[in-house]
Every structure is written in C-alpha cells, then in structure tokens.
C-alpha cells in the first residue's frame, strides 16, 4: 500500500524539465530556440541578472523558432535567458470572495485589500458550449434603464452592444446597468482603459451600492497587449464560474473594441496579414468565439453580456462594430447629437433594437413600444421644419400629435444616472403620455 502511493507520487512528478533560449526580441515578440512547447502554453523567462521571472505564452512557431509574447516587461532580460516551459496553459483563480473586489487580469487583488482564498481553477479559454445545451431565451432582464425597458427589453442570457463614440456617455451608461440590473452577480472587464477612469466608474458610475455585487477585472492600456486580451477571457471564465453556481450574471466588458486592437498587436506581431482597417483574421475568429459564452445553460444559471464597442469617428460601419452587430442579439447606439441637447442617457431609440423583444415583451408593450418609435420617427423626420417656424398646423395630423408628444415621451425616457425605474412603472408613464393624444394635460 506504501509502496504503491510512492509509485503514484513518481508517475505524477516532472523528472525532466524542457528549457529553450531566448534568441531575440523585437518589441512585442520573443524568439526562443526551444522549448517543445505548444500553442498556448505557458513559460518562464529568466537569467542571473534578473531576478523576477517573467511569464510568456507560446503564440506561433517560424522557421523552427517558437514564439512567445510576454505577460510583463522584459527589461533586464538579455540574449540567451532561460525558457523554461510550464507544461499547462493559463488558468483564471475563482473564488466567491472576489465579489465586491477589484482585480487584476491573472485574478490578483488591486484594491489593497486581503488576498483571496482561492476555491478553483478555471481555463480561461473552454471549449465551446453544445448548442443542445442551451435554454431558449424568453425570461426579461429589467436593467433599472427606463428606455431599454420600456421600448426594447432584453432577456436574461442576451448578448447587447453599446455602440458609441467617445465622450457620449457610454460609461455613465454602462454603470447604470451594473447599479440597477436585477442580476445576482455583475462582472466588469475594463479592457485597455486610462488609469484614471477605472477609479472614476467605481466611484461615479458604479458606486458602493454596484460595488458590493460586483466583480472588477481590470487591464489598463498601459499593459502589454496580450494581458488585455487575457483579461477579456478572464472575465469570461469568471462570469462562467458565478453562471455553474445557477446565478444570473451580468457580464459587462467595456471595451471589445480595445480587445480587438490588443489583438490586432498580437497578430500582426506574429505575422498574420492585414486584412480590413489593419485588422488580422485572428480578430474575426476570436470575436464570436468569445460572444458565444453568453446566454442561458441548461443545469445553470444565464450570462447577460453587454459589450461597449467604441466607434472611431462616430463611424457605425467600421470592421469591428459591423462584425459585432451581426453576432450580438440586439443593440443601442449613443447619439453625440441627444448627448448634447441634454438628453441623457443618449440611446438612439430609431437606431437601437433588440431582437428578442417579441420573446420577452407581451402584445401591450410591442404594440406601445412601436407606436413611441413611429411617434419619434415622425418628429425627427420634419424636425428642420418645425424648427424654422414652416410647418402649418393641421397639415398632417400625424405631425401634429408628434409635435405635442415628442418632448412629453423624451422627459419620461430621460434619466439621471442614480435613478431607477422599473419596467412596469415605465410602461405605465409611456401609456399615460400617450393617452393625451391631441395634448391634453397628462
């Protein structure tokens, strides 16, 4: 019976380590001859000049040379350092305590506060989900935002974009979502963000009440690019985690469109060709990869996924917000026009859909939801003209119950950030501005 746990002990221990040397670096990728590592493992880099190890992951191999992108910075690290391989590929710690704490991408407390005891390991990159394991998504997920409630509400499970420009309150609104959202666990990826914003959407736009429920994984732009596309993964794998304990779990992950340009380093680095706007195949690949670990499981609770995807230019066609819109369930574009008539959140009701609103709304809330749209659609369409005086009175019926209605529907669909509504109490006002048909007092 000893001899027998000694000879288990024996078939588990690693009696021969793999090394290879460091052999060049130019800038973001190292070339190493050795070890036989494969695509996704991880490695150790160090000599006798630096002390700290620095952690790299095996990414391509050319003309029998592997590849490897480091975790951290390589200052101090000369010409023939030691690569040792790990023989495993990187894991997420996971634990309950890291509710309400702030985190790093590898899972390492940020906030100063206790380490957290560790109660398993996740791959922070899975196989993908059997399709038959799946739950139909028909169950609604009130946000506590008043114009996704009301006019285009999603379901627990959905995946939704926020599609903005800088500047337009795409963080304001993100935080309201994680405050109000009527979800058990809210897990933040803040992906290639200033420094400075991560403590200002704590403090403003989540604030102690979101805090509590939430878990922060955190990639500043100022880390490597392949610490950024981690922390996407990573956020992942935890909301994966709180989703196999039966919660419902809010994932947001602000921004995806960071994620894609820390990616696009990647690739580019290691030799896949441009394709659209710079971008790499990798790209394209990986981003329905990652938003197909949304949704509803069987045996388990459900992932709501919100991603951010900033626009450049304001530019709702670019590559990777084109490709996004095509995967995602539904989305609400920010307009830099309402942000700066005041109108807050600034959600682009014509532009903005979900497409699960037949399966979570019933008749009552449709049929309201396209009346408020063709009610905006036609004040938006001869607004110039209402502007300038031109309009006649009693020339189109139609014009005229929008010109009373429209700013009585804006009023009830605007927000401050530390309000909520519920989305019975929204329907109710929307029902009740409507009611006064030729502008009677509501």
Known sequence: MTLDRYNGALDRAVLVREYGHLLGFNGLVIEASGPDAKIGELCEIDNDAHTQKVSAEVVGFRDGRVLLMPFGHLRGIAAGARVRSLGRTLRIPLARAMVGRVVDAFGEPLDGGPAIAVEGYREVQPAPINPLRRVPLDEPLETGVSAIDGLMPIA????IGVFAGSGVGKSTLLGMMARHVKADVV?????????????D?????????????????????????????????AAHAVAEYFRDM????????????????????VG?????????????????NLLPQILERGGRVRGGGSISAIYSVLVEGDDMNEPVADHMRAILDGHVVLSRELA???????????????RLLSRVADARQQELALRVKSIISTYETSRDLVDMGAYQAG??????????????LIDCLRQAPGQSASRAETVDRLEQVLATKSGAAA
């Open 156 to 159: 627990k499970g959905q995946r």
């Open 187 to 199: 897990v933040v990826g803040m992906i290639g963000e200033r420094g400075r914003e991560v403590g």
């Open 201 to 233: 959407f704590l403090q403003e736009s989540l604030g102690p009440e979101g805090r509590r429920r939430s878990v922060m994984m955190v990639a500043t732009a100022d880390q490597p690019a392949l610490v950024r596309t981690h922390a996407v993964h």
């Open 246 to 265: 039966g919660l419902d779990v809010l994932l947001i992950v602000d921004s995806i469109t960071r994620f894609a340009m820390a990616q696009r380093e």
């Open 268 to 284: 580019l680095a290691v030799g896949e060709p441009p394709t659209s706007r710079g971008y790499p195949p990798s790209v394209f």
């Open 340 to 354: 700066s008539r005041g109108q807050l959140p600034a959600i682009d009701l014509l532009s903005s859909v979900s």
């Open 395 to 408: 020339t189109n019926p139609a014009l005229d119950e929008a010109i009373v209605l429209y700013p009585r």
